[in-house]
């Protein structure tokens, strides 16, 4: 999916939000927020938007010195979700269509942004996993993922962000069996994107293999990731994708890539053809 | 008030609306928001919010060759306030204290948000009047106004928007004698601010006497405005300044200026100490 204008605007609030987090001086987030603007100026918006993204938060933790402002609201969302896990593991296993249940609570995960605030309002998320449960898909392709998991060889299942990677862990131990299973995080942290640092942290490494995709990008910008990741990708049999940015980066990519995610952004839910707010199971047949 | 970083990010999204009102043309519009994003690289964060608009405002008329992005809106919300006015004036003729109904309406006129968006839905204006009515003001200072503007023997009303002005045009028709009363328009056209053609277009120089500011720049930098403005501003007994840019920009200004507005972000609702959607009638006392 290309960059839209409405991008930019959205990329400089998320900067400002990252030096933020950084750092309490703002004589270094206005450095920040200055070196971002002049950066995305001459910036090529032809790639998709976590390519632009990418860019600038490569800036930012230079400026920062390699340091990861996103860390510390990372692991509190690991925290969170974690101790959430027993309940919802309770919900799946008294639900009548337990991976249906496993799926809603997958695109819950990431539903409750965690990369929109560091607030956590922990009824909102309350809310956020009932109403998951309830509100119908918009694009429900569930039919088919569960036919092509069943016949799935090997499954790669893409990583979106940091306490999100709790509620895939309950996606994949209903995606028996485990064996034939693959979950692939960031190489590097950017923005609260997981890595195999929450994986560890998260008991997701206990469950199943855990691969790098060696790249420092939003999303799954595929010539950024690591040989060995692109044939992964390439050999797999069934993929899937959870959040916007995987959606961004490869909603041109193979018919073997199912979406899990939430529409959180106008521009998305324009491109998906749905409403903002609205869960889907998207799946793209070329052809 | 000094510019605080949100006020960077909403400003880049202001450019691009405003690019987007001026043509369809992408590249077009691109070539603005990348023109802006540079030149508010490097721009000083000293000043009031409205300074930094000016400066993008301007460069945007002169990638534009001084076409005027908001000269439709602009045109629109005067024909929508003047139906409205009929009714309004109604309103408050038949209410118990006709000076507090049409202080109201002035700030409902100010909440009908007419920069942010070309969409104007009939039923939210008519809801947000009916709002203005009701709502508690979170800071009251009519009784000093209302004993200002009654011991006053000139009042200089600084009126803020297109549309706008017609609602303040009530408020004036209530603070009579009109003849003591100037009200303050913008020199040239910027965002979607009241100039003498929109007074005109609205009945209002039939009521009152309108000037000129001789400024572009949102709100009221006083530096910048004629000197011939400077002078009436300085010898006024009293001065009304309508909606949020002349509040960033005269929030120091002498003990004789009253604000009507509606705090429609947190930057300035925290500035004020109000929550974003308050109503204020706000008056700073000195020492």
């Not at 998320?14 to 206005?30: G, N, P, V």
């Not at 605030?117 to 088919?144: C, F, H, M, Y």
């Amino acid at each position: 999916m290309q960059a839209y204008l409405d991008c930019v605007v959205c990329l400089v609030r998320q900067c400002l939000d990252a030096s933020r987090m950084l750092t309490d001086k703002i004589e270094i987030q206005e450095k920040i927020l200055r070196q971002v603007l002049l950066e995305i100026s001459s910036m090529s918006f032809e790639q998709s938007p976590p390519y632009m993204a990418l860019k600038v938060h490569r800036l930012i933790r230079e400026i920062a010195r390699d340091g990861d402002p996103y860390k510390e609201v990372k692991e509190l969302f690991n925290r969170v979700a974690l101790e959430l896990y027993p309940e919802l593991k309770e919900k799946i296993k008294g639900s009548p269509d337990p991976l249906e249940t496993a799926v809603r609570l997958a695109i819950a995960g990431n539903i409750i942004d965690f990369a929109v605030s560091g607030n956590l309002d922990r009824n909102e998320v309350e809310k956020t996993i009932i109403n998951s449960l309830q509100q119908p898909l918009a694009i429900n392709k569930l039919p088919q993922l569960r036919e092509a998991a069943r016949e799935a060889t090997s499954i790669l299942y893409l990583g979106d962000n940091a306490g999100e990677v709790v509620f895939d862990r309950l996606l994949i131990e209903e995606l028996q069996p485990a064996a034939k299973i693959t979950f692939a995080v960031k190489g590097h942290p950017v923005i609260n994107d997981a890595t195999m640092e929450d994986a560890v942290a998260t008991g997701l490494t206990q469950v199943v293999k855990v691969v790098s995709n060696g790249s420092d990008a939003p999303g799954t910008i595929l010539e950024l990731c690591s040989p060995e990741f692109q044939r992964w990708f390439k050999n797999t049999d069934l993929i899937i994708a959870k959040g916007q940015a995987n959606y961004e980066t490869l909603s041109e990519a193979a018919e073997k890539v199912y979406f899990l995610l939430m529409a959180k952004c106008p521009v998305i839910a324009r491109d998906i053809g749905c409403q903002v707010g609205d869960m889907v199971v998207l799946h793209k047949n070329r052809g």
